[in-house]
């Protein structure tokens, strides 16, 4: 796990923004067999000083967030789809948009306030509250040591209230976006744990 910890240091540094006055949309960096699917969390973390801070009332809380990620190279994963988790599981989206495509998916989401409040714990440490997972079939032919970035497109990353009256954006100053990767590694295996849960459960073989 080594060398994927310095990659998510890295991918840290470079994707950071300043943490004053703005939330933070971020993809998790994991490692992943080839032919494996692979459950990559999706995080928001509520700090407080923003345009949108939970318990600030209804119409001042993120209700809804819309994001593309691009992973390259796209020749190494032959699948992938959103899956609500953490703070959106169970609830019921009154807009849902889960678009796959060959190098990127577009994920749009808002819920209606009164019947599915999102619950973010504000201030919460690094990486925040997760909304859903990214789940990515790594392709059975990826060569190992084959870095796949996922890379969040800025003009896309935004966090919405209720009514999407109020948006938080990278443009608006409210918003940092962290990117994430999947290092493609053959020593990694899964077992009976690693079934989609929020972290999953890897070991490397002595």
């Known amino acids: 796990m080594r060398g ?41 973390r509520d700090l407080a000083g923003t ?29 992938v789809t959103f ?7 169970g609830l019921t989206p009154v807009f849902p948009v889960i678009s796959p495509f060959a190098d990127h998916i577009v994920v749009l989401m ?17 990486p925040g ?3 859903g997972e990214l789940r990515f079939v790594i392709a059975a032919t990826a060569p190992p040591g084959t870095l796949v970035t996922l890379a969040l497109e800025a003009a896309t990353g935004t966090l ?12 608006n100053g409210h918003l940092a976006l962290l990117d994430g990767a999947l290092l493609v590694d053959a020593a990694v295996f899964a077992d009976g744990f690693e079934s989609g849960g929020l972290e999953g459960w890897s070991s490397h073989l002595p």
């Open 4 to 44: 994927l910890a310095a990659v998510a240091a890295l991918l840290a540094l470079v994707g950071a923004a300043p943490a004053t006055a703005q939330d933070v949309l971020a993809v998790a960096a994991l490692e992943g067999a080839p032919g494996q699917t692979r459950a990559v969390p999706v995080t928001v």
């Open 51 to 79: 345009l949108l801070d939970e318990g600030d009332g209804p119409d001042l809380e993120i209700q809804g967030f819309a994001f593309r990620v691009d992973f390259a190279p796209a020749a190494q994963i032959t699948g």
């Open 83 to 89: 899956v609500q988790a953490g703070v959106t599981a």
């Open 110 to 126: 808002n819920f209606d306030v009164a019947s599915a409040p999102l619950a973010f714990t504000l201030g919460a440490p690094a």
């Open 129 to 131: 509250d997760v909304v």
């Open 160 to 171: 919405v209230n209720g009514p999407a009256t109020l948006s938080e954006t990278v443009a």
